[in-house]
């Protein structure tokens, strides 16, 4: 859906809005895998895990990224709870690396990032996120750092059927995006998504069939310079 995600509350909250994972009622295990512009040396493999408690709810989860001779890491902790009946927030700390050839080497610290999520209705959502908090430095050479992201959006139940997302992204150190996305319920149980989003300009699109406790996800974004980035993604929740 074009990476408009800010406004979903679901155990890939872990990765986009941590004051989203609030409002999940059931323990989620979730892992998926990307393969960008279809080459070996830039695969992703991903996990999260959310788990409610009494108050709030606990996320965990990590990623990896790259091949042998470049990968970044990230491995993360999070908690989230309701302030209101409408308004949640979240914070997750991570630990994260970069690892270079051996004329490099590597570098490992830690990154913080938070977020709030609001239900205005039954048909409204919105979110915002802020991930690496106190400009983590990755190294001293012309002031490297890790990027700060801000994301504000929100998603719009159209009927029982169809949802709209729209998410504005900021990269300090890059122009702002533009995301959109919609998800329409073809038939029961399995949903067609497509998006876009700008600077670069991507389109994506993807199909998603849930089970009972199951829950299975595959899809494709499109660079027009750099071709396709296939996706697959596996959700089980402990609920039926």
């Not at 493999?45 to 990230?74: C, D, E, W």
């Not at 051996?102 to 979110?127: M, P």
């Amino acid at each position: 859906m074009g990476g408009a995600s800010v406004s979903y509350s679901d155990v890939w909250s872990y990765y986009n809005n941590p004051g989203a994972s609030a409002e999940i009622t059931e323990l989620s295990i979730g892992a998926g895998y990307e393969n960008r512009f279809l080459l070996k040396e830039l695969q992703m493999q991903t996990l999260a895990a959310a788990i409610p408690l009494k108050v709030g709810v606990i996320t965990v989860g990590g990623h990896m990224y790259g091949y042998n001779k470049f990968r970044s890491s990230k491995a993360g902790l999070g908690y989230s709870m309701k302030l209101s009946e409408m308004l949640s927030a979240g914070v997750q700390i991570n630990y994260q690396g970069i690892r270079l050839t051996e004329n490099y080497g590597s570098k490992n610290t830690l990154t913080g990032e938070a977020g709030l999520f609001c239900k205005v209705n039954e048909k409204i959502n919105v979110g915002f996120s802020i991930f690496n908090l106190g400009r983590t430095k990755l190294s001293d050479f012309e002031d490297d750092r890790f990027s700060t992201v801000l994301k504000l959006g929100g998603s719009y139940l159209l009927s029982e059927k169809a949802l709209i997302a729209a998410e504005v992204e900021k990269d300090l150190e890059n122009p702002i995006r533009l995301k959109a996305g919609v998800e329409y319920l073809l038939i029961d149980n399995l949903y067609l998504r497509g998006g876009m989003a700008t600077g670069p300009t991507e389109f994506s699109f993807g199909l998603g069939y849930h089970f009972t406790q199951f829950q299975i996800d595959l899809g494709s974004s499109y660079h027009q310079l750099l071709g396709w980035a296939p996706n697959v993604s596996f959700v089980f929740n402990s609920k039926k």
